[in-house]
């Protein structure tokens, strides 16, 4: 009985401490990383930049700073300190350029609504029945008066 | 008068010459400048665009101007490009053969992980100067598109010669030589 209580005791001693670093260690991964990060060389973010040499070594060094517990804001920091801001990928990460920070989403966003817009108005205007010499019925005074005509010449 | 088109295929028009125009302009602010290979060309030596980075690992700067006088061999290169491995080797000779003559060679590490850039260094028993562009800035003023890229920079500080690709033996012979 002692013995296994000590046995205890002693996977208690050598699971606890590595439970605790676990526990002390941020949850980031490469994956969650490469997303927000540019391969600058490649142009692309880092997470579409599948088989480019600095990519790949990149990818390691992310690695790395993951293995040692560096939590994603740590990691980004370490990658600007290497390859400056430009290895940022979300407008938010760069500098203190608010109002650039919200241009970068409100222009897209009003871009598409005029785009929207701008093809509604053609639709629109291409499916709008013509008026003019096509037979439909005409509205007011031309109206009444080629009603009047139509009913003298009693057709 | 007649009118021709309506508003909206002129709309659509307007937006597409538009389009191509963004795309135009976009393709040509992604062209290298090549002015020191036209100048080369004509027989013109270009006076070299400044230059001043981070020594590689230490502390303090070194830039082009604490070279002028010297006969500068200046490689752009990253130790994830498989050609700067060719020709570290080379570089490295031909910086014992210089160094006591006037010229130097001098590295600049772009787009690297320091840890990554040192073991390189460390591996190929590169013993010349070496500064670091992190962010690649220095490539533009130089046109440099692709890693490696070598210019031989004469002593008053013009682009005597450039390589856009790994440098080899005849290149150095041929471009170093005469300036020493």
């Known amino acids: 009985m002692k013995r296994i209580a000590s046995l205890l005791a002693a996977v208690a001693l050598c699971v606890l401490p590595a439970a605790a670093a676990a526990k002390g260690c941020p949850k980031t991964s490469l994956g969650d990383i490469e997303d927000e990060v540019m391969c600058p060389v490649c142009g692309t973010p880092l997470g579409l930049a599948s088989e480019a040499p600095q990519a790949e070594r990149e990818r390691a060094y992310i690695q790395r700073l993951v293995d040692r517990c560096k939590s994603k804001d740590e990691v980004k920091q370490a990658l600007v300190a290497e390859f400056g801001d430009r290895v940022l990928a979300l407008p938010g990460d760069q500098g203190d350029d608010s109002l650039g920070d919200v241009l970068v989403y409100v222009v897209p966003a009003l871009g598409i609504v005029l785009a929207a817009a701008g093809i509604a108005f053609a639709v629109v205007r291409w499916r709008r029945p013509k008026t003019r010499g096509d037979g439909t019925a005409l509205a007011g005074a031309d109206g009444a008066r080629l009603d009047d005509d139509m009913e003298r010449y009693d057709l | ?180």
């Open chain 2, 1 to 180: 008068m007649r009118r021709v088109l309506s508003p909206v295929p002129i709309a659509v028009i307007c937006v597409l010459v538009a389009l191509v125009a963004l795309l135009g302009y976009g393709l040509a602010q992604n062209e290298p400048d090549r002015g020191v290979d036209r100048a080369l060309a004509r027989g013109e030596r270009e006076p070299a665009p400044a230059l001043e980075l981070p020594k590689l690992g230490g502390a303090g700067t070194a830039s082009l101007a604490d070279y002028r006088g010297r006969i500068v061999v200046l490689n752009f290169w990253a130790s994830w490009c498989k050609p700067c491995k060719d020709e570290s080797p080379l570089l490295e000779r031909w910086q014992r053969r210089i160094g006591g003559r006037g010229g130097a060679v001098l590295g600049v590490d772009v787009l690297d992980v320091t840890g990554d850039a040192q073991d390189f260094i460390a591996k190929y028993g590169l013993s010349y100067a070496m500064v670091k562009d992190k962010d690649g800035k220095s490539m533009d003023p130089f046109g440099v598109a692709q890693l490696p890229e070598t210019f031989v920079i004469d002593r008053r500080g013009r682009i005597a010669a450039v390589r856009r690709g790994p440098v080899d033996d005849s290149f150095m012979r041929s471009s170093v030589e005469p300036l020493l």
